[in-house]
């Protein structure tokens, strides 16, 4: 009977990952940290803000894996989500992620600027599943509107707060920092599962650039990335000393792995990269969002 619980337990975890709720709880953080960059007080707003985005996002990763269920199931990756080997019902998920997205967007419209909130939340749907999702298996240039897609939340977050979208220098640099964190994410995935891509005969990097080569490109994103975070405290007013150093460590933790990776030890990179990237991210929104509501 214990397996039979544990078969269960598995299948009921792989439902509730159709709704992608670790990347939808990320997302909602980026526009939360959006709100405070604007607005730094933890008010009823704020968590309208947060629960809305991750209401919209939810909806919008469900509706992603409806869309790529065929796909999935081609992938070794991604064979045994819930949609791709059938274990859920397409128009169920489908019905579920429609709700979802009306119910998040309509929840932005009690914002301080609800008319511009409403209008990033559809902009980032319509991009991710309008646009990014069906060219993603097209052609490469599809990581350009996936790149976009990372940059809406943390302006919807500031227009949410009352903030004015006329590219104020602090809301700039936060959007930057998000969107350039894409482009390494992705390749590091890809990299990873590159016989994945390769036999499937998707368009990727790998299509014109050598894994050498992708390296090389991804390091230089990297370098990038680590930059714009150094950086922070300069657009970014009013950080306390402790923040500013945190963000130099975590900043320069990630340029000494990756050029110990690409330098020293003149290897593929390693899922552990992949972490230290997505713990980089971490660190800084961990950073931003605990200042704020500290130093508030």
């Avoid at 302006?155 to 700039?172: C, E, F, K, Q, V």
Wanted: with cysteine; hydrophobic share 50%; glycine share 8%.
């Amino acid at each position: 009977m214990s397996w039979q619980k544990q078969d269960s337990q598995a299948v009921r975890i792989q439902k509730f990952q159709v709704f992608k709720p670790g990347i939808s709880l990320a997302i909602s953080l980026s526009a939360m940290l959006g709100y405070l960059v604007y607005h730094p007080r933890a008010d009823t707003l704020f968590y309208l803000t947060g629960i809305s985005t991750f209401l919209l996002c939810t909806g919008g990763g469900a509706l992603n894996n409806c869309q790529d269920r065929n796909r999935d199931a081609a992938f070794q990756r991604t064979r045994n989500r819930a949609l791709a080997c059938g274990t859920l019902d397409l128009y169920s998920v489908l019905l579920q992620s429609i709700f979802l997205i009306l119910l998040g967007f309509s929840s932005l419209g009690f914002t301080r600027e609800p008319l511009v909130s409403m209008g990033l939340g559809l902009a980032g749907v319509l991009l991710y599943n309008g646009v990014y999702t069906p060219l993603k298996s097209k052609t490469i240039l599809a990581i350009i509107p996936g790149a976009l897609c990372g940059m809406v939340p943390p302006a919807m977050g500031w227009a949410a707060a009352g903030g004015n979208i006329s590219m104020d220098t602090s809301l700039l640099l936060v959007m930057v920092i998000f969107g350039i964190w894409q482009l390494p994410h992705f390749w590091l995935i890809l990299l990873t599962h590159e016989n994945d891509y390769q036999n499937n005969a998707v368009p990727s990097m790998l299509t014109f650039f050598s894994v050498k080569q992708l390296e090389q490109i991804l390091f230089v994103w990297v370098m990038l990335f680590s930059s714009m975070i150094l950086m922070t405290p300069l657009f970014i007013p009013r950080l306390s000393p402790l923040s500013c150093i945190v963000l130099g460590i975590n900043a320069m933790g990630m340029v000494m792995w990756f050029s110990g990776q690409f330098f020293l030890k003149n290897e593929k990179y390693t899922p552990i990269s992949f972490i230290v990237l997505n713990m980089g991210m971490g660190v800084f929104m961990t950073v931003i969002i605990m200042d704020r509501l500290l130093g508030g």
